[in-house]
């Protein structure tokens, strides 16, 4: 079973501060990573991909990728509350260039004001 | 339309009874995909399709489920003899096609099915 994990949280944060999400995954075919935020009661978005090793950053989201260590975090600076959600990791399954993804269960972030 | 429509939003159906969901991808989509969400869980792959065709069904979960995308566009997610266990949020996702380097899934708003 190919697995992508995540500490489900809460995490809870000031406003303001920096919020550092994780997760790990099993599968080593996986070449494409992905964060998808979801907030409750609505569908999963696109905020963050990334499939080469090292950092990747698109305005106050950093997405860090190390394939030696199976591993995939999100940076979030000068946190908002508005950034309270839950957030998914996701995988791309070895051998498929279609997104046929393996989410983790998500990590549950409140930013308080 | 200007996103993935599903219907029905809510589904509330007895054990033992077929169900079926519809999706609408956004137009120009080839790529239609079904997702299954349960509570507190990320989203489950349940099968893609490219054009008319289903080119992966390896998630779905037994028999008892099926799927359809006749003309390319809409498709319907048929689930018959439902369990309480089939309780969950099926999600529909399409995008511009393969390549999984971008990946970028629009999802619907979801059709939450509940079996009593």
């Known amino acids: 079973q190919k697995e992508v994990e995540q500490n489900s949280g809460p995490l809870s944060v000031p406003e303001g501060a920096i919020a550092s999400l994780n997760c790990t995954y099993s599968?080593?075919?996986?070449?494409?990573f992905f964060w998808y935020r979801q907030y409750s009661g609505k569908s999963p978005e696109l905020i963050m991909f990334?499939?080469?090793?090292g950092d990747k950053e698109d305005g106050r989201f950093t997405a860090q990728l190390n394939k030696a260590s199976q591993y995939v975090s999100l940076l979030i600076r000068d946190s908002q509350p508005s950034d309270s959600a839950t957030y998914l990791c996701?995988?791309?399954?070895?051998?498929?260039?279609?997104?046929?993804?393996?989410f983790g269960q998500g990590t549950i972030l409140t930013v308080h004001p | 339309g200007a996103g993935v429509s599903q219907t029905p939003s809510n589904k509330v159906t007895e054990k033992g009874k077929y169900v079926e969901l519809r999706c609408d991808p956004i137009?120009?989509?080839?790529?239609l995909y079904w997702y299954r969400q349960s509570l507190g869980q990320g989203p489950e792959f349940l099968i893609y399709?490219?054009?008319?065709?289903?080119?992966?069904d390896s998630g779905l979960p037994n028999d008892r489920f099926f799927a359809v995308r006749p003309e390319g566009s809409v498709s319907t997610l048929k689930i018959q003899r439902t369990e309480r266990g089939d309780s969950a949020v099926y999600l529909c996702?399409?995008?511009?096609?393969?390549?999984?380097?971008?990946?970028?899934?629009?999802f619907g708003e979801g059709s939450r099915l509940t079996v009593l």
């Open positions: 996702a399409s995008s511009l096609g393969g390549g999984a380097r971008t990946g970028e899934l629009f």
């Open positions: 599968d080593r075919g996986s070449q494409s």
């Open positions: 990334i499939y080469s090793n």
């Open positions: 996701a995988a791309n399954a070895g051998g498929t260039s279609y997104g046929k993804l393996t």
């Open positions: 137009s120009g989509h080839t790529a």
């Open positions: 399709f490219q054009g008319t065709g289903a080119a992966d």
